[in-house]
T-cell receptor, first 115, second 112 residues
């Protein structure tokens, strides 16, 4: 069965610090997708990135970067030079082809960025 | 382009009552999924609708039912409400099931 673990429940940083959110996953499938979503206080889950299991290239989008390592079953998310607007709950999710692409979410990491 | 819209945004119901939540998918999307998110937890998959039929279902009792209309909009119905049904209910839409899903802002249901 698929499983996503986000061991960090809450992270508190001061603005301009870099912060990394960890995500470890378990799957028996060879074809799967990994996601990161941001949930601000408004409640809406905002899609950040989708990565398939055959693409281990790291990705950078502005201040955001993602490190996908199949060897350690991890898909970590780094925010560089954090800003107060980055404060939110961040969810990592996994969907398997054999699971009909239904995503399993981690419990989320609450990021608090202080001015 | 309107994203996923849900109504109502907040709802208070009494234990034992029934509730209907509504969702309009993002333009061009044909697949709608519903999730329950308890406080401090990640979203839990309830079910998914495609072509007006329930395609996948998570581990939720039959009290949870749904419907998808020809215009792809969807409803989630919960009967015989329990206190434990209090949660944020999220609707997500996608084009086919293997593309990224876009979420609405959710309906916060409180059962008293």
């Amino acid at each position: 069965a698929q499983k996503v673990t986000q061991a960090q429940t809450e992270i508190s940083v001061v603005e301009k610090e870099d912060v990394t959110l960890d995500c470890v996953y378990e799957t028996r499938d060879t074809t799967y997708y990994l996601f990161w979503y941001k949930q601000p206080p408004s409640g809406e889950l905002v899609f950040l990135i989708r990565r398939n299991s055959f693409d281990e290239q790291n990705e950078i989008s502005g201040r955001y970067s993602w490190n996908f390592q199949k060897s350690t079953s991890s898909f970590n998310f780094t925010i560089t030079a954090s800003q107060v607007v980055d404060s939110a709950v961040y969810f990592c999710a996994l969907s398997e082809v054999r699971g009909s692409y239904i995503p399993t979410f981690g419990r989320g990491t609450s990021l608090i960025v202080h001015p | 382009d309107a994203g996923v819209t849900q109504s109502p945004t907040h709802l208070i119901k009494t234990r034992g009552q029934q509730v209907t939540l509504r969702c309009s998918p993002k333009s061009g999307h044909d697949t709608v999924s519903w999730y329950q998110q308890a406080l401090g937890q990640g979203p839990q998959f309830i079910f998914q609708y495609y072509e007006e039929e329930e395609r996948q279902r998570g581990n939720f009792p039959d009290r949870f039912s749904g419907h998808q209309f020809p215009n792809y909009s969807s409803e989630l119905n919960v009967n015989a409400l329990l206190l434990g049904d209090s949660a944020l209910y999220l609707c997500a839409s996608s084009y086919n099931r293997n593309t990224e899903a876009f979420f609405g802002q959710g309906t916060r249901l409180t059962v008293v």
